[in-house]
């Protein structure tokens, strides 16, 4: 179960290696140096986006207070709130 969770997760398969090496010796068929192609540089990387961090309660609430102090600062407005 374990390798086949590793292998669903990996983000490089082994067809991709296989066509990979393909391209590098074709490559190779037209370059002076051949020592210089690598497999590495026909692999192809992607990265993925990370899942946004959820946000809580309070953090939002934090930023809204935030957000409403600058805006009311840079308009020259003055808060409604109570009065003592």
């Known amino acids: 179960m ?8 990996s983000t490089i398969k082994r067809e991709e290696y296989y066509w990979a090496q393909i ?3 074709m490559r ?3 370059v002076k140096n051949k020592q210089k192609v690598s497999l590495k540089d026909f692999l192809i990387k992607f ?3 990370k899942k ?5 309660a309070v ?8 957000s409403k102090n600058f805006w009311l600062l840079a308009t020259g407005l003055k808060k ?3 009065k003592k």
Do not use: C, H, M
Request: zero cysteines; hydrophobic letters at 25%; aromatic letters at 10%.
């Open 59 to 66: 953090d939002r609430e934090i930023r809204l207070k935030q």
């Open 80 to 82: 409604k709130g109570k």
């Open 28 to 30: 190779r068929s037209w």
């Open 2 to 9: 374990e390798f086949l969770n590793e292998e669903e997760t």
């Open 23 to 25: 391209a590098a010796e």
């Open 52 to 56: 946004p961090k959820v946000e809580s």
């Open 47 to 49: 990265s993925y986006a």
